[in-house]
């Protein structure tokens, strides 16, 4: 039986927000099979890392107003490189399979061309993340191509990592 669709908004993180996008953030860091980050944000720290980003979006159950999950979006590069964006998601475990994710993705992705980035590219797309590998290719993202062994599992186990693109100027 698959999970019901909720009512989300996405809007911009604010101060009330910091809490509930770092607990989403750090249950994804802390599952160790899709972020590189080892360590998880501090109290102290998430206020400051998400305000170092471009933008960061929170999406929130609608009734509640409870954080379902947040992106940070920034660029990827510099210079001659700076359209480029790069952007991550992290959906609480109780709030995925249920279109969370996609929403967080497309709202990205008006977002960094509004901000006037032309493409969003994806670094490293862990190669057994099957469901966001799924959700990149739905919506649109070119894989790029494949780095072996780029992902290191906590069990010292490595996974090849997926590169993927989206051209903004055509969404």
Do not use: K
């Not at 501090?42 to 409870?66: I, K, L, M």
């Not at 966001?132 to 780029?150: K, M, S």
């Amino acid at each position: 039986m698959g999970r019901t669709a909720m009512s989300v908004t996405i809007e911009q993180l604010t101060a009330q927000d910091v809490e509930g996008a770092r607990s989403a953030w750090n249950e994804v860091v802390a599952a160790g099979d899709a972020f590189p980050q080892i360590d998880e944000l501090g109290p102290d720290e998430a206020a400051d890392f998400f305000a170092s980003q471009s933008f960061t979006g929170v999406a929130r159950d609608t009734g509640s107003g409870r954080v379902l999950g947040v992106y940070i979006l920034h660029p990827n590069n510099v210079g001659r490189c700076g359209h480029i964006a790069n952007a991550s998601y992290a959906v609480s475990g109780a709030s995925r399979g249920r279109g969370v994710g996609e929403q967080l993705v497309r709202h990205s992705m008006s977002t960094a061309a509004r901000l006037g980035f032309r493409i969003l590219q994806f670094n490293a797309v862990v190669s057994t993340n099957h469901s966001a590998r799924a959700l990149y290719e739905r919506l649109g993202f070119v894989e790029i191509g494949h780095v072996p062994g780029g992902f290191r599992y906590d069990s010292g186990e490595y996974a090849d990592i997926t590169l993927y693109y989206a051209d903004l100027t055509r969404c």
